[in-house]
């Protein structure tokens, strides 16, 4: 019996123009973690950005979710060569964040419960390009995918999309991040398949 | 002993004498020896909270862009490996020691 096909086999990949270059497409949404999971519960939960002169934003679960809420459909690219398309989010805009912050600096760092860093510059994080989302797929964002809030940077790789996220820091100077101290590229553009240190 | 080595020494060649290294590639040996080891029975201290314990009783998480490696005592991350396609990155900054012991 003939196997069954899709479409040309070996090509699906060049039929898939929405794909950046490298990546295959998944339907499940794998789970990838750099150490132990944190269970922070949302009453415990905060959010603070701090800028390059140490002033600070803070806001708890309830005042986040007093803030504007924005619903996104986004496609997500793994540097594990994973991608996955037409995600569904629930969050707040970091221009709705950042709006009221005076700043100089053109880098942020973002921390994450249990230690966790990863750095761009400001304007990646502006334009409606990012969010902290805490919804996905109209369900709390479970623990496993970052929950309770997640920075959510579709356009660059997931690395850069902190999970369980806590922090945001402004800071004048650029300071790379947990992946970006150990060989991943410093920008990570999928599009420019910006993987490692020196693509 | 070579031809530059000073016969008197003044104050300042002092501090010239105080910083004499070779280079690096006298290192090629030590090395070797050192990275042709089995690691995991090495026994690493920890920079977070200074356990000791051979690298095998650390944790692993290699569902992750990298290997990770944690120390089981307090979760502080002792080491890093990425592995790109042309080469290979090791991060051991969080551990202040290893130790191995050398084959008879
Ligand atoms: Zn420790």
Redesign the interface.
């Known amino acids: 019996m003939a196997p069954v096909t899709r479409g040309f086999g070996g090509r699906q990949h060049a039929q898939q123009p929405e794909l950046p270059p490298g990546q295959y497409l998944v339907e499940d949404f794998p ?6 999971t944190p269970h922070v519960p949302p009453d415990r939960w905060e959010l603070t950005v701090t800028s390059e002169t140490g002033e600070q934003l803070r806001w708890d679960w309830d005042a986040f979710h007093a803030l504007p809420q924005e619903d996104v459909v986004v496609d997500l690219h ?3 060569r994973w991608s996955k398309l037409g995600t569904s989010w629930r969050g707040v805009s970091l221009d709705t964040l950042l709006a009221d912050v005076e700043t100089s600096a053109d880098h942020v760092v973002a921390h994450s419960y249990g ?1 966790y860093t990863t750095n761009m510059p400001l304007d990646e994080l502006l334009h409606h390009k990012a969010w902290v989302a805490h919804t996905y797929d109209d369900e709390p964002l479970s623990p496993e995918h970052g929950g309770p809030a997640r920075l959510l940077v579709p356009h660059l790789y997931l ?1 850069k999309s902190a999970k369980w996220l806590t922090g945001l820091t402004l800071t004048p100077v650029d300071e790379p991040g ?2 970006e ?4 590229h410093n920008e990570g553009d999928p599009w420019r398949e910006q ?3 020196g693509d | 002993m070579t031809d530059h080595e000073p016969t008197h020494l003044t104050d300042a060649d002092e501090a010239a004498v105080d910083d004499a290294y070779v280079d690096g590639n006298a290192l090629a040996g030590d090395l070797l020896e050192i990275f042709a080891m089995d690691m995991t029975t090495a026994v690493g201290t920890c920079g977070g909270c200074g356990r000791t314990a051979v690298l095998a009783a650390a944790r692993v ?1 290699r ?4 290997v ?1 490696l ?1 120390c089981a005592g307090c ?1 502080h ?1 002792l080491g ?1 490996i ?1 592995r ?2 042309d ?3 090791v ?1 051991l900054a969080g551990l202040r020691s290893i130790s191995a012991r050398l084959p008879d």
């Not at chain 2, 569902?63 to 990298?66: F, V």
């Open positions: 789970v990838l973690s750099a150490g132990p793994c540097v594990t230690g690395w947990f992946w101290t150990a060989g991943y993987r490692y240190w | 998480y569902r992750a862009p990298g990770v944690r979760s991350v890093r990425v790109a396609p080469r290979v990155v991060d």
